[in-house]
């Protein structure tokens, strides 16, 4: 297992245009997480999953964001409408929350968005 | 409401002099408190957490962390600085130990001159 993949690493689209995300977790974890981060600033949390189901939405994440986890494995994080606002590195991240152990969230390297 | 709070967007030290990052939180519960590291075109990297245990926590590359209840700090520190330290550090607080929502402060951007 190589660590969290994110696919594509960058993607430039036109303002107006959908665009989705893949997330593959490390395989064992049954956590998986979305962050956007722009420039000069932390990482901002977007949502989560517990194995396939979605636990919790951040504000930030508006009606154009939808965010899936069908199987409990890979994730798909989907901007319907996408407007320069949109512009960032999204990041997702897994982990292993159980009854007798919590692991640290394993972050891979980004999708950074260009909306033009 | 947890947040942390990065008290310098840029520290600037030479090779071989001490490193000292600040962080003071804030949390209406019992915290976990974590430092990532952000090389250029990497991806987050745990440093060290802090879940209740020693309040002296020791990480990778010979950083370390104190948490300091009644100051609310999670200060980093490396007693010398290397070449390969140079990148963005964070801070991060949530509540316990569930690995839910993890909150970032804004990031230290850590220099290290030759």
């Known amino acids: 297992d190589t660590g969290v993949s994110q696919n594509p690493r960058h993607k430039i689209t036109k303002r107006g245009q959908n665009v989705t995300f893949r997330c593959d977790p490390i395989?064992?974890?049954?956590?998986l997480y979305w962050y956007r981060q722009t420039l000069g600033q932390g990482p901002e949390f977007l949502t989560y999953f517990q194995n396939e189901a979605q636990l919790e939405k951040s504000r930030l994440l508006s009606d154009r964001f939808s965010a899936e986890r069908p199987k409990g494995s890979f994730s798909t994080l989907e901007i319907q409408r996408t407007e320069q606002g949109d512009s960032a590195m999204y990041l997702c991240a897994s982990s292993y929350s159980g009854t007798n152990m919590n692991t640290e969230a394993f972050f891979g390297q980004g999708t950074r968005l260009t909306v033009v | 409401a947890q947040s942390v709070t990065q008290l310098d967007s840029h520290v600037s030290v030479s090779e071989g002099t001490p490193v000292l990052l600040r962080c003071n939180y804030s949390?209406?519960?019992?915290?976990?408190l974590f430092w990532y590291v952000q090389h250029p075109n990497k991806g987050l990297q745990l440093l060290l957490k802090?879940?209740?245990?020693?309040?002296l926590v020791k990480g990778i590359n010979g950083f370390e962390a104190e948490f300091k209840k009644s100051e609310t700090s999670f200060h980093l520190t490396k007693p010398s600085a290397h070449m390969s330290d140079a990148a963005e550090y964070f801070c991060v607080v949530t509540i316990g130990g569930s690995q839910g929502n993890l909150i970032f402060g804004k990031g230290t951007k850590l220099s290290v001159k030759p």
């Open positions: 395989s064992e974890h049954n956590r």
């Open positions: 802090y879940t209740s245990a020693a309040t």
């Open positions: 949390s209406s519960y019992s915290p976990s």
